[in-house]
């Protein structure tokens, strides 16, 4: 997996998760300002342009269809790589931990999205901020197991 232009602490979340799953799983929330523990997954998509794995570690929630993760980008005008990964081609790879699963994403949209975008919202606040600071719609993702 290469290494990307990420920041430097996205890019030791995923060493640490690549070393020590169940360790990297509730991550320190307070390296990009946040608060306490939170749960986070490796997503890996398959780059768009490369045909490479890619890894990024996010945060989530679970919901009864798989678990939900944001494209966020901290709020940057322009979508994640991971996610144009995905909208490319939406199988992946999930790990929570230990646990390691194929899945498809799903964008969601409507009152589907309002609903889990809320959820998010009250999970990690900061997404309020991300939004504020660009003027695309910050996606809302479903990563549903795969059959």
């Not at 307070?30 to 749960?39: E, F, I, T, Y």
């Not at 996610?83 to 409507?110: I, K």
């Not at 959820?119 to 901020?129: I, R």
């Not at 719609?137 to 990563?143: C, D, G, Q, W």
């Amino acid at each position: 997996m290469s290494t990307d232009k990420l920041p430097n602490w996205i890019q030791q979340h995923r060493k640490q998760y690549l070393a020590d799953p169940v360790a990297a799983h509730d991550w320190d929330a307070s390296v990009a300002g946040g608060s306490g523990l939170v749960p986070t997954l490796l997503l890996t998509t398959i780059g768009r342009h490369s045909g490479e794995a890619r890894a990024t570690p996010l945060l989530y929630q679970p919901s009864g269809q798989g678990m939900i993760v944001v494209a966020s980008k901290g709020g940057a005008a322009q979508h994640p790589d991971w996610y144009l990964n995905l909208l490319a081609n939406p199988d992946c790879r999930v790990q929570q931990g230990r646990f390691e699963y194929a899945a498809r994403a799903r964008t969601l949209d409507g009152a589907e999205r309002t609903k889990y975008w809320t959820w998010m919202v009250n999970f990690w606040p900061q997404y309020t901020d991300y939004q504020a600071r660009t003027d695309r719609e910050i996606p809302v993702v479903v990563l549903a197991f795969a059959d």
